[in-house]
Protein backbone atom coordinates (compact mmCIF):
# COMPACT_ATOMS: atom_id res chain seq x y z
CA UNK A 1 0.00 0.00 0.00
CA UNK A 2 0.91 3.54 0.06
CA UNK A 3 3.03 5.12 2.66
CA UNK A 4 5.66 8.04 3.73
CA UNK A 5 8.73 7.80 5.25
CA UNK A 6 10.25 11.04 7.39
CA UNK A 7 13.07 9.63 8.87
CA UNK A 8 14.30 12.35 11.50
CA UNK A 9 11.93 13.01 14.28
CA UNK A 10 13.62 15.95 15.61
CA UNK A 11 16.18 18.15 13.87
CA UNK A 12 17.62 21.19 16.14
CA UNK A 13 19.26 23.73 13.97
CA UNK A 14 20.69 27.28 14.80
CA UNK A 15 19.20 29.87 12.72
CA UNK A 16 20.65 31.22 9.20
CA UNK A 17 21.44 27.62 8.70
CA UNK A 18 19.98 25.53 5.93
CA UNK A 19 17.79 22.98 6.54
CA UNK A 20 16.52 19.93 4.76
CA UNK A 21 13.68 17.06 5.87
CA UNK A 22 13.88 13.92 3.95
CA UNK A 23 10.56 12.55 2.62
CA UNK A 24 10.74 9.34 0.76
CA UNK A 25 7.24 7.47 -0.49
CA UNK A 26 5.85 4.37 -1.79
CA UNK A 27 3.15 3.91 -4.21
CA UNK A 28 2.05 2.08 -7.15
CA UNK A 29 1.09 4.95 -8.75
CA UNK A 30 2.65 8.30 -10.10
CA UNK A 31 2.50 10.47 -6.87
CA UNK A 32 0.75 14.06 -5.49
CA UNK A 33 3.32 14.61 -2.82
CA UNK A 34 2.48 17.17 -0.40
CA UNK A 35 4.08 19.22 3.17
CA UNK A 36 2.31 20.35 5.88
CA UNK A 37 3.13 22.53 8.68
CA UNK A 38 2.27 22.61 12.32
CA UNK A 39 3.03 25.07 14.38
CA UNK A 40 2.75 25.01 18.36
CA UNK A 41 -1.22 24.81 19.04
CA UNK A 42 -2.18 25.46 15.87
CA UNK A 43 -3.92 23.49 13.03
CA UNK A 44 -2.03 21.99 10.34
CA UNK A 45 -1.70 23.95 7.35
CA UNK A 46 -0.56 23.50 3.35
CA UNK A 47 2.52 24.25 2.77
CA UNK A 48 4.07 23.20 -0.59
CA UNK A 49 2.31 19.99 -3.16
CA UNK A 50 3.77 18.73 -6.23
CA UNK A 51 2.84 16.05 -8.72
CA UNK A 52 5.20 17.03 -11.43
CA UNK A 53 8.80 15.02 -11.73
CA UNK A 54 11.71 16.73 -11.26
CA UNK A 55 10.15 20.70 -10.63
CA UNK A 56 10.65 22.68 -8.13
CA UNK A 57 8.07 24.01 -5.79
CA UNK A 58 8.25 27.25 -3.89
CA UNK A 59 6.54 28.68 -0.96
CA UNK A 60 7.69 30.92 2.01
CA UNK A 61 11.09 30.37 1.13
CA UNK A 62 10.46 26.69 1.65
CA UNK A 63 11.23 24.44 -1.77
CA UNK A 64 11.14 20.89 -2.87
CA UNK A 65 11.14 18.78 -6.03
CA UNK A 66 9.53 15.44 -6.27
CA UNK A 67 11.96 12.81 -7.99
CA UNK A 68 9.72 10.10 -9.06
CA UNK A 69 13.39 8.60 -9.92
CA UNK A 70 14.26 7.88 -6.23
CA UNK A 71 10.59 8.29 -4.83
CA UNK A 72 11.19 11.49 -2.90
CA UNK A 73 9.92 15.15 -1.72
CA UNK A 74 12.80 16.60 0.51
CA UNK A 75 11.57 20.00 2.08
CA UNK A 76 14.35 22.52 2.23
CA UNK A 77 15.11 26.10 3.27
CA UNK A 78 18.55 27.59 2.86
CA UNK A 79 18.26 29.92 5.99
CA UNK A 80 15.90 28.89 8.70
CA UNK A 81 14.17 31.53 10.98
CA UNK A 82 12.99 31.20 14.66
CA UNK A 83 9.77 30.98 13.27
CA UNK A 84 10.13 28.02 10.99
CA UNK A 85 10.07 25.92 14.81
CA UNK A 86 7.30 23.74 13.98
CA UNK A 87 5.98 20.59 13.09
CA UNK A 88 6.43 19.70 9.38
CA UNK A 89 4.68 16.36 8.08
CA UNK A 90 5.27 15.04 4.32
CA UNK A 91 2.07 13.61 2.93
CA UNK A 92 1.23 11.19 -0.35
CA UNK A 93 -2.21 11.64 -2.25
CA UNK A 94 -4.08 7.60 -2.21
CA UNK A 95 -4.46 6.00 -5.94
CA UNK A 96 -2.35 8.97 -7.47
CA UNK A 97 -5.37 11.06 -7.08
CA UNK A 98 -5.51 15.19 -6.07
CA UNK A 99 -8.23 14.43 -4.14
CA UNK A 100 -7.40 11.00 -2.59
CA UNK A 101 -7.42 10.35 1.25
CA UNK A 102 -3.86 11.42 2.44
CA UNK A 103 -1.47 9.27 3.87
CA UNK A 104 0.92 11.06 6.50
CA UNK A 105 4.60 10.71 7.47
CA UNK A 106 4.98 10.34 11.42
CA UNK A 107 6.37 14.26 10.87
CA UNK A 108 9.54 16.05 11.56
CA UNK A 109 9.80 18.20 14.67
CA UNK A 110 11.64 21.70 13.68
CA UNK A 111 13.60 22.94 16.15
CA UNK A 112 15.59 26.40 15.59
CA UNK A 113 17.49 28.38 17.99
CA UNK A 114 19.17 31.72 18.28
CA UNK B 1 -9.97 31.08 4.05
CA UNK B 2 -11.72 28.18 4.86
CA UNK B 3 -12.78 27.61 8.56
CA UNK B 4 -13.32 23.93 10.32
CA UNK B 5 -14.18 24.55 14.00
CA UNK B 6 -13.75 21.84 16.70
CA UNK B 7 -15.64 21.29 19.85
CA UNK B 8 -14.39 20.69 22.57
CA UNK B 9 -11.12 21.74 22.49
CA UNK B 10 -10.59 19.67 25.31
CA UNK B 11 -12.08 16.75 26.77
CA UNK B 12 -11.26 14.26 29.91
CA UNK B 13 -13.60 11.24 29.89
CA UNK B 14 -13.51 7.73 32.40
CA UNK B 15 -12.85 4.78 30.44
CA UNK B 16 -15.93 3.18 29.31
CA UNK B 17 -17.87 6.36 28.68
CA UNK B 18 -19.30 7.55 25.71
CA UNK B 19 -17.32 10.49 24.17
CA UNK B 20 -18.83 12.36 20.70
CA UNK B 21 -16.37 15.07 19.23
CA UNK B 22 -18.33 17.42 16.91
CA UNK B 23 -16.82 19.14 13.52
CA UNK B 24 -18.22 22.10 11.55
CA UNK B 25 -17.17 23.36 8.42
CA UNK B 26 -18.78 26.55 6.75
CA UNK B 27 -17.15 25.66 3.35
CA UNK B 28 -18.87 23.59 1.67
CA UNK B 29 -16.90 20.98 1.05
CA UNK B 30 -17.94 17.53 0.20
CA UNK B 31 -15.17 15.76 2.40
CA UNK B 32 -14.81 15.61 5.61
CA UNK B 33 -11.92 13.59 7.36
CA UNK B 34 -11.09 12.86 11.09
CA UNK B 35 -7.68 12.02 12.35
CA UNK B 36 -6.26 11.01 15.25
CA UNK B 37 -2.24 12.42 16.34
CA UNK B 38 0.18 10.82 17.70
CA UNK B 39 3.84 11.50 18.61
CA UNK B 40 5.66 8.94 16.13
CA UNK B 41 2.83 8.33 14.14
CA UNK B 42 2.41 11.67 12.68
CA UNK B 43 -1.45 11.96 11.59
CA UNK B 44 -3.86 8.66 10.96
CA UNK B 45 -7.12 8.52 9.35
CA UNK B 46 -9.94 7.26 11.59
CA UNK B 47 -13.09 7.98 9.29
CA UNK B 48 -14.05 10.11 6.48
CA UNK B 49 -16.73 11.29 4.50
CA UNK B 50 -17.91 12.34 0.77
CA UNK B 51 -21.02 13.90 1.64
CA UNK B 52 -23.75 14.14 4.03
CA UNK B 53 -25.01 10.45 4.80
CA UNK B 54 -21.71 9.00 4.13
CA UNK B 55 -19.30 7.79 6.13
CA UNK B 56 -16.21 5.82 5.12
CA UNK B 57 -13.21 3.58 7.50
CA UNK B 58 -10.18 4.72 7.22
CA UNK B 59 -6.72 3.11 8.25
CA UNK B 60 -7.77 3.14 11.96
CA UNK B 61 -11.38 2.91 12.71
CA UNK B 62 -11.46 0.07 15.28
CA UNK B 63 -13.69 1.67 18.64
CA UNK B 64 -14.67 5.12 16.62
CA UNK B 65 -17.75 5.38 14.95
CA UNK B 66 -18.89 8.53 12.85
CA UNK B 67 -21.63 10.31 11.67
CA UNK B 68 -22.44 13.00 8.72
CA UNK B 69 -25.95 13.95 9.19
CA UNK B 70 -25.30 17.55 7.01
CA UNK B 71 -23.10 19.17 4.68
CA UNK B 72 -21.59 21.16 7.35
CA UNK B 73 -21.25 18.58 10.50
CA UNK B 74 -19.46 15.56 10.90
CA UNK B 75 -19.24 13.83 14.48
CA UNK B 76 -16.83 11.13 15.77
CA UNK B 77 -18.21 9.09 18.38
CA UNK B 78 -16.25 7.03 21.03
CA UNK B 79 -18.87 4.27 22.07
CA UNK B 80 -16.99 3.08 25.35
CA UNK B 81 -13.72 5.22 25.49
CA UNK B 82 -10.59 3.61 26.55
CA UNK B 83 -7.22 4.78 27.72
CA UNK B 84 -5.50 4.39 24.22
CA UNK B 85 -7.73 5.91 22.45
CA UNK B 86 -6.18 9.58 24.33
CA UNK B 87 -4.82 11.72 21.56
CA UNK B 88 -5.19 14.87 19.75
CA UNK B 89 -8.13 14.50 16.72
CA UNK B 90 -8.44 17.19 14.05
CA UNK B 91 -10.82 17.39 11.64
CA UNK B 92 -10.53 18.61 8.10
CA UNK B 93 -12.44 19.56 5.05
CA UNK B 94 -11.51 19.46 1.82
CA UNK B 95 -13.30 19.73 -2.15
CA UNK B 96 -11.42 19.94 -5.44
CA UNK B 97 -8.51 22.32 -4.39
CA UNK B 98 -6.50 19.52 -3.43
CA UNK B 99 -5.52 20.89 0.27
CA UNK B 100 -7.25 20.02 3.19
CA UNK B 101 -8.08 22.49 5.75
CA UNK B 102 -7.60 21.44 9.23
CA UNK B 103 -9.46 22.38 12.58
CA UNK B 104 -7.69 23.68 15.94
CA UNK B 105 -7.91 20.01 17.42
CA UNK B 106 -9.30 18.20 20.51
CA UNK B 107 -7.23 16.91 22.88
CA UNK B 108 -8.80 14.20 24.75
CA UNK B 109 -7.78 12.43 27.51
CA UNK B 110 -9.13 8.92 28.60
CA UNK B 111 -8.81 8.13 32.04
Known amino acids: GDSVTQTEGLVTLTKGLPVMLNCTYQTTYSPFLFWYVQHLNEAPKLLLKSSTDNKRTEHQGFYATLHKSSSSFHLQKSSVQLSDSALYFCALSEGGSALGRLHFGAGTQLIVIP | EAAVTQSPRNKVAVTGGKVTLSCNQTNNHNNMYWYRQDTGHGLRLIHYSYGAGSTEKGDIPDGYKASRPSQENFSLILELATPSQTSVYFC??????????FGHGTKLSVL
Open chain 2, 92 to 101: ASGQGDERLF
